[in-house]
């Protein structure tokens, strides 16, 4: 769906794990072979996938502004099992969070957040405004106020229904 370039960083995995399900088509890729070999998914991790991906959905809501799109898990309490320690470069010094076990999607998900953090790009993943998109985007815009994943699409289609519910 989304025309814009991928979110920097590890933030692409998890815009890629949000956006797995297209709820205005209704379909959801991890219910394909292809959709979760492309994330690193075992079909025994497909539910915990899934509350992943919505509980990051509610998050990117919330740096948007909105509010969640349902009761979901809380990201903290998901992410806190996935346990990270500081890797440090015996070369450079260089140091970063690394996943204990980098196997799980949820300990890759958690260094791709605790990078963005330290990045201090987290806020700029949002989720879509339009109720029957919530696609995940990275929000470029200079005063980083993005409202939908496209203004062409979601944005016209807001826009337009704001114009309808004036009247004449």
């Known amino acids: 769906m989304s025309e814009r370039s991928a979110a920097p960083g590890g933030l692409a995995l998890v815009e890629s794990l949000v956006n797995t399900l297209d709820m205005e088509a209704g379909t959801d890729a991890l219910d394909t072979p292809e959709g979760r070999v492309r994330l690193g998914i075992a079909e025994d991790g497909l539910d915990e996938a899934r509350e992943l991906r919505e509980s990051l959905r509610a998050a990117l809501l919330a740096h948007a502004g909105h509010p969640p799109h349902r009761a979901v898990t809380p990201l903290g309490t998901l992410l806190a099992r ?17 996943p204990a076990d980098e196997g799980p999607l949820p300990a890759r998900i958690a260094a791709a957040v605790a990078d963005a953090l330290v990045a201090g790009t987290w806020a700029r993943l949002k989720a879509c405004e339009s109720a029957s998109c919530h696609w995940a985007y990275y929000d470029r815009s200079p005063a ?12 016209a289609r807001a826009k337009m229904r704001r114009y309808r519910a004036k009247g004449p």
């Open 82 to 98: 996935a346990p990270l320690y500081v890797a440090v470069d015996d070369h450079d010094g260089s140091a970063r969070l690394t």
């Open 144 to 155: 980083g106020r993005g409202r939908w994943c496209l203004m062409r699409t979601c944005g």
